[in-house]
């Protein structure tokens, strides 16, 4: 008998933008195909009209293709297949696996209001299964499709993570497969979908377990073969509180716009769930394709880490070369009109200069835009403190003595220039810190920032002048200033 290709499916809803539980689940579900050289298909499943919109579904895809989580099939809109849908609905009606439902929206409001007066969970009482012809035929409007499910019995599957879990038939009401918009339900689509694309393995996450044996009750209705499910486990914050698209509503995108890798994030949503005997911790894309197994998912909360994801971004630049990581730089910030522009003008050996310099300390790709305007974008930021060392009454004297100083300076290499400012500190008598950081301030408008005289020889020797200069001229300026305001 020949064997089933592996086909497995990520469906989300564009009702919202793709969240973190969103694309873990994306990619567990890529993964398992790639290890079976199995099909990845990709459906959207959008029959929500109320909330389904083609922005989300647009940020779907440009996560999804950021990720390089590539499909095979699709995508697939499930609007786009509702005469589908009908046509099964009608074949349940035919064997009396369903039926149609009047009641209203405000009939089920009070009959949920009794069932919580009376203290007891709510459960459709099927009356409109009941319904004669002539009582039909007094109803003005729109039905709904319910399913029938058996009062007796129970739903038995085996999840290949949670291992068998059972639910009692009794337990479940009749539910609706069919909207009174003529629109599938979740439960009838799902089914339908699965089946006519020949889903073999339906990977999702755990708060859809309830929703499997209304399923499995579909597919023996309809006298199918059932796929396998598994059931991966719930993403937490660092509070343990559950990822949610209410909680986690800011877009995956977020991460690229920051800077983070896409192998980073890939490989750090593997980890959500998933492990290896060796507790093995960095992944290239293609390890994770030949080491996933669904059997080494964990039943038990994943805790989205955002310092580890960090770490994890940190070690996968250090990994590349400046030149890898220059090529990511300007790519990613081509995708931003205002960074495109900001860089427009950055001398590219000067760049790749700057993230040799720092290459260990990159944690984002956006720490390279901070260090750039240092180097192209000079700013001086004035701040509390560093006030107080421009205003020190050593300031103007360590400037003044290094604008004269450096101008005849042949070697302007970090060495001959730390030399040059220990020289300055010892001959007036300043510790270290009362020159380096004046200069510091002076030469990037920052307090903080790469090796002070690594800095200073990529800047070289007119640009440094140059700043210095500019310094010494807004000191004075801003003390004349001050000194007319006493006057006055």
Known sequence: MEQKIIRVRFAPSPTGNLHIGGVRTALFNWLFAKKQNGDFILRIEDTDRCRSTQVYADNILDTLKWLKLTWNHGPFYQIQR???????????????????????????????????????????????????????????????????VPKTGTTIFNDLIKGTITFDNSLLSDFIIMRSDNLPTYNLACVIDDYTMNITHVIRGDDHISNTPRQILIYNALRWSIPHFAHISMILNIDRQRLSKRYDSISVLKYRKEGYLQEALVNYLALLGWSTIDSQQIFTVQELQQKFTIEKCSSNPAIFDHNKLLWLNKEKIRSKSVDEIYDLFVDWANNDMKLNNLIANWNIKTLKKIIKLEHNKLTTLNDIIILGNMFFNYNLVYNKKINEILFDTNTKIVLNESVKRLSSQKDFSATALELYARDLAREYQLTTPKVFHPIRIAISGNMRGPSLFSMMEILGQYEIIKRMSLTLDKINKIQKGEKAKCQE
């Open 82 to 148: 509702t005469k589908l849908y009908s046509q099964y609905v009608n074949e349940l009606l035919k064997r009396n696996h369903a039926y149609k439902c009047y009641c209203t929206v405000d009939d089920i409001a009070k009959a949920k209001y009794t069932s919580k007066q009376n203290k007891i969970p709510f459960k459709y009482n099927c009356k409109c299964k009941y319904l004669t012809l002539a009582q039909i035929n007094k109803k003005t409007n729109n039905p709904v499709i319910r399913f029938i």
